[in-house]
C-alpha cells in the first residue's frame, strides 16, 4: 500500500509516498480501502515538529478516512465487506489501508462523496464537543469564532443554525461571502482592531469564544466575554506562520502566552477552557455518540462538508502548503487511486 510519510521534520516539501506493507485486519476491527483522507492543522504542526504526541519520523498522521470495507476482523457484526464507511485514525489515516476498531467506522451517508466522508470526522467532531459538550451553548446565545472559513469554522456555523446561535465569524474579508452564505455575521481577522469590531455589534460582549490561534489572542477573546462567557481554546495555530519551524519565534511566542488565574476566573464569572479532541479520539464512549448525532443531522440534510479542494496523494506537499497560505475555504483532502 501507499502511504504520504513525513521523513523529517522540516517544510512540505519533505513529504514522501512510500509502498508500506498491507495490514492485517485483527479482531474487532474492519480493514479499510481508503478513497479520501483528511488533511488537518494538526497534520501541518505535525510535519514541523510542533504537535505533542505525533510519532517520531519517519510516521504517517491522519485522523479520518472515507472508503470501503475490504476486510471484516473476527467478531465483527455491525459492518460487512463492500460497505461504504467513514473512519476514525489515531495516526495513520494517510495510508491506502487502515485498519480501525469497529466502534469507530460508521455507515457513509447514501448522499455523500468518499471525499466529504473524509471531511467530516475532525471538524463536525471538533464544532460539536465545543459547542455542546464543553461550551453547553444555549439558543440564543453569541458565538464568536476564529478561522471562520475553515473546516471547524462553517462546521460550528451549520451547528450554530441548528442550536439557533448567533455566530460571529473572524475571516478574511475574500471569504465574507461565503460567511455570510451560512449565517455568519463576518468580521476582517487580519485587521488587529478586530476585538474593537465585535464589541461594536456585540456591546454587551459574547457568550462563547471558540479559539484555536492561542498566543494573544486568547487574551483578547476573554477580555471580551460577557458574564459567565467560555472561552474554548483548541488549538496554536499562530505557532505555525509560515511552511517552516522556527524555534525561537515558538519559545519567544509560548513565553507571552497568557496565564488565567482562578482567583481572576472566579472574580470575572468566566469560564476558561481547553480541547485536544486528538487525545480523546479512541475513547468510543465520548467520540461515537457525538458522530451518531451528526449523522443524524446529515441524514436529515441539515448538515454537508465543504470540500474546498482534493489533492492525490502524491500531491500531499501542495495540500499542505495551501493550507499553510490560508487558501482554503471549507477542507482539503486527499485522495488515494
Not at 495513520?92 to 455507515?107: D, K, R
Not at 469590531?197 to 487574551?219: C, K, Q
Not at 476566573?265 to 481547553?274: E, F, I, K, S, W
Request: charged share 20%; with cysteine.
Amino acid at each position: 500500500m501507499k502511504q504520504l510519510v513525513i521523513p523529517r521534520h522540516g517544510p512540505p516539501e519533505v513529504l514522501t509516498v512510500r509502498d508500506a506493507p498491507d495490514p492485517a485486519v485483527v479482531p474487532g476491527a474492519v480493514r479499510i480501502r481508503v478513497k479520501a483522507a483528511g488533511v488537518n492543522f494538526s497534520d501541518l504542526l505535525a510535519r514541523q515538529g510542533l504537535y505533542p504526541g505525533t510519532p517520531k519520523p519517519p510516521s504517517v498522521v491522519g485522523y479520518e478516512v472515507a472508503g470501503i470495507v475490504d476486510a471484516v476482523g473476527e467478531g465483527v457484526t455491525t459492518l460487512q465487506r463492500g460497505a461504504r464507511v467513514i473512519a476514525l485514525t489515531r495516526f495513520g489515516g494517510q495510508s491506502e489501508l487502515v485498519v480501525v476498531p469497529a466502534g469507530l467506522a460508521f455507515p457513509l451517508p447514501d448522499a455523500w462523496t468518499f471525499e466529504e466522508g473524509a471531511a467530516f470526522p475532525v471538524v463536525y467532531l471538533t464544532a460539536h464537543h465545543l459547542l455542546v459538550r464543553v461550551a453547553a451553548a444555549r439558543a440564543g446565545e453569541t458565538v464568536l469564532v476564529h478561522a471562520a472559513a475553515g473546516g471547524v469554522g462553517l462546521a460550528v456555523a451549520e451547528l450554530g443554525r441548528i442550536l439557533k446561535l448567533r455566530v460571529i465569524g473572524l475571516a478574511s474579508p475574500g471569504k465574507h461571502v461565503v460567511l455570510r452564505s451560512y449565517g455568519v455575521e463576518p468580521l476582517d481577522g487580519r485587521d488587529p482592531r478586530w476585538p474593537a469590531a465585535v464589541r461594536r455589534i456585540a456591546p454587551a460582549g459574547v457568550d462563547v469564544v471558540l479559539d484555536a490561534v492561542g498566543g494573544d489572542s486568547w487574551r483578547r477573546g476573554y477580555a471580551l466575554l460577557a458574564p459567565m462567557g467560555r472561552l474554548v481554546c483548541f488549538g496554536a495555530s499562530e505557532l505555525a506562520v509560515g511552511a517552516r519551524r522556527n524555534l525561537l519565534r515558538v519559545v519567544w511566542k509560548a513565553l507571552r502566552w497568557p496565564r488565567f488565574a482562578p482567583l481572576a476566573l472566579m472574580n470575572d464569572n468566566r469560564l476558561v477552557a481547553g480541547v485536544n479532541l486528538g487525545r480523546l479520539w479512541t475513547a468510543e464512549q465520548i467520540i461515537r455518540p457525538q458522530v451518531e448525532a451528526l449523522l443524524d443531522h446529515a441524514r436529515a440534510g441539515r448538515i454537508r462538508p465543504r470540500v474546498d479542494r482534493a489533492f492525490p496523494v502524491a500531491e500531499g506537499a501542495a495540500a499542505h502548503r495551501y493550507i499553510h497560505e490560508r487558501r482554503n475555504i471549507g477542507k482539503v483532502v486527499l485522495t488515494f487511486g
